[in-house]
């Protein structure tokens, strides 16, 4: 019905470890896109990658980072929309939720660094979900590591086979610029932060008129290609792409973000061939995009839009059909009719609202506790999607209550807090006390921020030495149940009221996993 519509959507997330150059290549693409005219825009509203300290300046960032979470924009006849993701390590679980609501994903990896730990660690995640995947090797303006030498390492390192559809020519001082091998034609390098430099067509680099533009460079670069030629796969327009599709093989940019270079070239391939919107599976069947009637799903609250009225922003990802303003959804858990009549969408670092969106939009919901990660709305149907897994957490410590009169407050607060997926939460099965998982040190600091300032409510934390929260799965009732009354003391129960088995060292687990061989320790909620 919408099919047009929903077809010309894409959209993705840019992922990096922190400095590859992710905020300046989502900058310069929405340049390209005309959306901004004026690199810095997007700069200025990002979060820093600051300390732990720093944690108030966090939190003054965070009301400016509402507008950049979404930035959709027109590209060509495309509508693309890129959802941010967090720098800062802390808040990973965030990004691995935002990863639930694209269709595919631009890896930026720094050419000077290579694979660094974030970049492997997000890579987990899509290839856990099949996620196609493009690289953009950043950074050619400065000395960096050979260029095959990066593309084996991207293939060892985030196993998966890798296709350069341009490659660069010298690096640092010698850098010339990139031979689109996609596109056949040479784009040479000018730096310059503001303009974007036209290509020109070049079908035979075999020709003597290479030289008059790259030099003696020019046999180099035929050697290269013809290397490249060699060892990796012709991403000819079927098999490649199909691989691609299928988050088997990654195509590979070269370029410089900061000197806006390197990217047409990715953002051309990239409408060209990235997915527009996918089906959805949910519990009960799958969910074609094209289909008539509106579903979509929560996977991200954005709080503290207005302290003093716990205000937040839903972030809803559609996923099927077309979402009206004042049309009365159902919100499948709470089971009841909600309307909306302030829907906003958000187009470059503007929010507005609008009357309709499509599947592959991200809408956003203003509200006041009726959302929590993971929620469904639809039409009327009874869906429940899947594929928003948790992952364990890195660090956990005891909440205990630090104001006795308050502690409505406080479980109001910690319910809240861990519905918008701020951190996770553990009951222990044997003493009921309540553990906080979280991905890094800043996450404790963000919930007794808020408890104190949102919900008049005090906290205080309790150390526990443990290493990792497995999710179990195991056919054999009985092994289950013994592990179970073995492990009482270490058996927890998680938000959804799963078991969850909290591991006190890497030994530890390793012994459960010999003595019980049937049970299968999982790392991450969904298996
Ligand atoms: P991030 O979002 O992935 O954390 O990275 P970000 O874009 O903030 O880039 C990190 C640093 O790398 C920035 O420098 C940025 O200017 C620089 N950078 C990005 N792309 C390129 C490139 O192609 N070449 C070079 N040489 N540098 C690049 P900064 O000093 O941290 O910030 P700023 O002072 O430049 O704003």
Request: charged share 25%; hydrophobic share 35%; proline share 4%.
């Amino acid at each position: 019905m919408y099919e047009q519509e929903i077809e010309r959507r894409r959209t993705f997330a840019i992922i990096s470890h922190p400095d590859a150059g992710k905020t300046t290549l989502t900058e310069k693409m929405l340049l390209f896109g005309g959306a901004i005219h004026v690199a810095g825009a997007v700069k200025s509203n990002k979060i820093r990658k600051t300390a732990t300290s720093d944690w108030m300046e966090i939190e003054k960032q965070r009301g400016i980072s509402v507008a950049t979470s979404v930035m959709g924009f027109d590209y060509q006849d495309y509508k693309i929309n890129i959802l941010d993701t967090p720098g800062h390590q802390d808040f990973a679980e965030d990004t691995f939720r935002t990863l639930t609501a694209v269709d595919s994903v631009i890896i930026v990896v720094d050419s000077a660094k290579g694979v660094e730990a974030q970049t492997r660690k997000l890579m987990q995640v899509c290839r856990m979900r099949k996620t196609p995947v493009m690289i953009f090797l950043n950074k050619m303006d400065r000395e960096g590591k050979n260029p095959f030498d990066l593309l084996d390492e991207l293939e060892k390192e985030l196993q998966i086979g890798v296709c350069p559809l341009s490659f660069p020519i010298g690096m640092g001082q010698t850098f010339k610029g990139v031979y689109n091998i996609f596109e056949k034609n040479l784009n040479l390098y000018q730096p310059n932060k503001q303009t974007i430099s036209e290509a020109i067509s070049f079908n035979d680099i075999n020709s003597p008129e290479l030289e008059n533009h790259i030099g003696n460079q020019a046999k180099q670069l035929r050697t290269d290609i013809e290397l490249v030629q060699g060892v990796y796969d012709d991403f000819s327009y079927d098999s490649g792409v199909a691989k691609y599709l299928r988050g088997e093989l990654a195509p590979v940019f070269f370029g410089s973000a900061l000197n806006n270079f390197g990217i047409k070239e990715l953002l051309d391939c990239f409408v060209k061939i990235a997915p527009s919107p996918l089906p959805v599976e949910a519990v009960e069947r799958k969910i074609e995009p094209t289909e008539e009637g509106f579903s979509g799903f929560v996977f991200k609250i954005h709080a503290n839009m207005d302290p003093n009225h716990r205000s937040c922003i839903a972030f809803v990802k559609i996923c099927s059909g077309k979402f009206v303003r004042n049309e009365p959804y159902l919100h499948i858990r709470l089971g009841k009719q909600l309307k909306f009549s302030s829907p906003t969408a958000f187009m470059a670092q503007k929010k507005e609202t609008v009357d309709e969106m499509f599947a592959g939009d991200i809408v956003g919901l203003p509200d006041t506790g009726n959302f929590k990660i993971g929620d469904t709305l639809t039409s009327g149907e009874n869906l429940h999607f899947k594929g928003l897994p948790s992952f364990s957490p890195e660090m956990f410590k005891y909440i205990e209550n630090a104001d006795p009169m308050k502690s409505k407050q406080l479980n109001k607060g910690i319910e809240q807090l861990m519905g918008e997926g701020v951190a996770q939460l553990f009951t222990h099965q044997n003493n009921g006390r309540k553990i906080i998982g979280t991905v890094g040190q800043l996450q404790f600091e963000v919930i007794e921020y808020r408890l104190l300032h949102e919900y008049q409510a005090q906290c205080r934390w309790e150390p526990i030495s443990l290493y990792k929260a497995c999710w179990l799965e195991c056919e054999n009732t009985e092994e289950l149940e013994n592990f179970k009354r073995r492990k009482f003391q270490y058996m927890a129960k998680d938000t959804h009221d799963r078991d969850v088995f909290l591991a006190e060292s890497g030994y530890v687990l390793q012994m459960a996993q010999n003595d019980f061989k049937n049970i299968k320790f999982h790392f991450n909620s969904e298996f």
